[in-house]
């Protein structure tokens, strides 16, 4: 590889060169941010202030493009940042007419973003809303949880929710649109033993839609568990057209997790084990499956054997 010679003046003039070429990319740079510039985003919008007798349902989508006005370091941060920005909307002049300009609140909405940067308009600037009688109806709140148990401690009774019930108002079409409400994730690590807390609902997504009440009591019953093994006897599923099937074994053993309040309660006959003489018919098979049917609430199976039983049938 041939390597090139430059004498005391030629690198010396090399140099120069070079830092030229750097200050002038610097200069151009610097002079690049602080130009300002006009750019688009797009926006979630979050209604506030919405007439309180009056049921709205949204014509357009949730989302709008922003356009605005900032310098380039603005716009540079903006590009890194991958946050979804969102914005208010002033619904109070619903009151009157059934659309909002954001012409009209563009003021409103620059308070919502630094002094660096200014809105100069938003896409669509009308917002056209559907109006209908409010209606209420009560759906069961539902205890979202993610618990992480200390060593055979598991939940071991149902989770109780109190009240069980909230209420929502709202236009019908939206309404009868929800089955049930959520709450906040309840989280606990290490758990042994019972939980009683006070949890907000879910953040209403809609601003036509009302909740009471906006918290819940929830109770979550912890004990301790262990394991248990039980014998069930199988039974055969849709058999009648043959004279008698005989299952080799004619039980399973079943491992299961239970607590130690009900360890005594759960017996065999709390269990259900089947097997399918279709699994035969149409497939073939040689051995058939082992199908639990039938469990106790809150008892874990661990373990079945064997998953699979032989059987002899007379036609």
Known sequence: MPVLNLNKTQRRKLSIFAKCVIFSFLAWALFAVSSDYVYTIKAGMQYVNAPDNRAFHPLQSDTVSIQLEANGWQLLFS???????????????LQRRNWVVFTNQLGFVNRQFPANKRVIAVSPDTLYFDFSKQTERKVPVTAL???????????????????EYVTITGPLEDVVQIERWDTDTVRASNVNGSIHTVV???????????VYPTSVEVDIPVGEVTEKILEVPLKVENAKQFSSVKLLPGKVRLTVMVSLRDFMK????????VVNMDDWVADGVTN??????????FCKLVKVEPQNVDFFIRK
Do not use: M, W
């Open 79 to 93: 590009t890194i940042q991958s946050t979804t920005q969102s914005i208010q909307v002033d619904l109070s002049g």
């Open 145 to 163: 949880h993610n618990l992480q148990f200390r060593k055979q401690y598991d939940i071991i009774d149902e989770v109780r929710i109190s009240p």
């Open 200 to 210: 907000q609902l879910k953040q209403n997504q809609r601003a036509n839609i009302n």
């Open 266 to 273: 759960v017996t065999s006959s709390s269990f259900e084990a």
């Open 288 to 297: 058939l499956p082992v199908i639990i049917t039938q469990i106790p609430d």
